[in-house]
């Protein structure tokens, strides 16, 4: 596996799972990657979750057994977690780009070999948002959920499910399927008998409302910035940008500008349906397969205002997009090393965009959608 593994495979999967292919299953680890990939268990691993996967010796660490986290979670979620962590609890970022011990190749083995030990087949999930109601999935919420994941979701028995970097990371679906069938050999039961679909399908649109925030009452439902919006702090002067290899701009340079209000436009080049999961607050989602780039050119400032670029998975797909726009005459452009997922895990603030319908909206409110496709 090459030294891009992590992005290609996170490319991969949402192409798989955004086409309603098969779930995405790698051929099997050699002997010697899959021991290597144990090796690193035992080091980075076993202290919380155990020698042999069964969970809860630290922290509060889930077993790495359960068929329904390995089934839905790999290898998207796996992969995520192992390299990105959950900024806020214990669990750590292990990737080497996130200051952590591994590389890309180690965390993707990693995950694989977690798979393989299971014996559970990955499943396919739906990649579009669950459609339900925030208020009464709040309701459920604190009756079912709370008593063990906390009333603000920051976790006590179960894991933080508030946590943003979760949210951010993790499908409706997947969400969903936990809330369905529980997390065998974990204390996260099956609701699928005490719930009806509905009252799922509320309970998983009250927790993506809350990727921005518990404190949140409601969603905050968006449609993408006109043109004439597409310039953050128009009337501040540029940020001071100090990229790596001319090209990457670090997490934390990018929320200093943002925080001190300087002028630039966001570029988020994943497809739309992502910027409306989660994105970075005043983004203009521009899908990396946009056919329009000339036309793009022109809705852009040509007067040298930075364009900052970000991706998934993390810098592909923005990197193509940089490409583009530099072969268009943009001097000023910059990708986020790190990547939404990266910006997220290290706690970075993502805004929510149109995911979730709230009983408190009126049935006339427009609900629009960029649709560039």
Known sequence: ????????????????????????????????????????????????????????????????????????????????????GRHGTPMGAYLEDMGGPMTEDE?????????????????????????????????VYEIYCSVCHGDNGEGDVGPAIGNPAMLSNASDAFLRYAIENGRDGTQMPSFKEDLTAQEIDNVTAFLRSRVAGWEKERPVLRTPPTVDEYILNPDSPAPEFNLKDGTYVMAAE???ALREKRRMVLLDTRVTSMWQMAHIEGSIPIPYYYEYFDDLSKDLPGDGTWLVIYCECPRAAAESVNHELRDRGFKNTAVLWEGIQGWAALGYPVALGQTVKDSEVKPSDPLKALDRD
């Open 1 to 84: 596996m090459s030294r891009v593994c992590f992005s290609a495979l996170l490319t991969a999967i949402f192409y798989l799972f955004s086409t309603n292919l098969a779930a995405y299953d790698p051929p099997p680890l050699s002997e010697e990657v899959s021991k290597a990939a144990a090796a690193n268990y035992q080091k980075y691993c076993s202290l919380c979750h155990g020698a042999d996967r069964q969970g809860y010796v630290n922290d509060d660490a889930p077993s790495l057994r359960s068929a329904s986290l390995i089934r839905s979670g790999f290898p998207d979620q796996l992969t995520m977690t192992i390299g990105l």
């Open 107 to 139: 965390v993707a083995q990693l995950a694989t070999w977690l798979k393989e030990q299971s014996g559970h087949k990955p499943i396919e999930l739906a990649e579009d948002p669950v459609s339900g109601d925030v208020v009464k999935g709040k309701e």
């Open 254 to 256: 990018l929320d200093q």
